[in-house]
Structures are given as structure tokens and as C-alpha cells.
Nanobody, 127 residues
Framework: QVQLAESGGGLVQPGGSLRLSCAASGRTFITYVMGWFRQAPGKEREFVAAVNWSGGRTYYADAVKGRFTIARGSAKNTVLLQMVRVQPADTAVYYC????????????????????WGQGTQVTVSS
């Protein structure tokens, strides 16, 4: 099993920056791909970004490209999400996720079927 623990959420003003972290524990050798989803009130969970084991391949939702950066931490069992120029539309609960299988465009289904979820961390963008 793998446990995922997020940190770094909070309140930030529009145009500001925030960094989320996620640390995996347990059988971390199976966290081949790690990443983030988010869910706003009344909306479905949506993909944000993902990164492979080496950090050499990254994937982003169109809504965050150019504003968010995902990277593996120096310890490969961590993943960071640097958010800049945040907007009120970025307000959501952000969930860390991990799978032992490579990323594909149906990664949400992959995580639900055989991956792991964190508990979530609230990000609120408001003045």
C-alpha cells in the first residue's frame, strides 16, 4: 500500500503563488506516476498535472499550462506543484494521486482502478 499526504494549501490572493507538496510513504517504489487532481464545489474531479518517476515527462491540463509547474522532489517519493498567477477558478480541493502504471489520457480512471489518493488540501483564491 501507499499513503499520500498533501500539504501547502491555503488562502491566496488572485495573481499570487502557492506551492503544494505531496509525500508518499509505504511501497513508494510503485509510485511510477504522481500528480494532482482538483475538485471544486458542485463540479467533477479534474486532472491538473502529472509527472513520471524520473521527472523527465510532465503532463498538464490546458487550464493550468504556463501557470503551474509539477516536479518530483529531491526524494523521488515527493511531488511538488508550484502554482503562480492563480485565479479564482483555481479554487478547489487538490488531491495528490499516484499509480504504478504509466500516464495516459484516462489517468483519472487509472487512479480510481488501481492507484492511490491523498486526503486533499483546500486551495482558495480570493481577495
Amino acid at each position: 500500500q501507499v499513503q499520500l499526504a498533501e500539504s501547502g494549501g491555503g488562502l491566496v490572493q488572485p495573481g499570487g503563488s502557492l506551492r503544494l507538496s505531496c509525500a508518499a510513504s509505504g511501497r513508494t517504489f510503485i509510485t511510477y506516476v504522481m500528480g494532482w487532481f482538483r475538485q471544486a464545489p458542485g463540479k467533477e474531479r479534474e486532472f491538473v498535472a502529472a509527472v513520471n518517476w524520473s521527472g523527465g515527462r510532465t503532463y498538464y491540463a490546458d487550464a493550468v499550462k504556463g501557470r503551474f509547474t509539477i516536479a518530483r522532489g529531491s526524494a523521488k517519493n515527493t511531488v511538488l506543484l508550484q502554482m503562480v498567477r492563480v485565479q479564482p477558478a483555481d479554487t478547489a480541493v487538490y488531491y495528490c494521486a499516484a499509480t504504478s502504471r504509466p500516464y495516459d489520457t484516462n489517468w483519472l480512471s487509472l487512479v480510481d482502478e488501481s492507484g492511490y489518493w491523498g486526503q486533499g488540501t483546500q486551495v482558495t483564491v480570493s481577495s
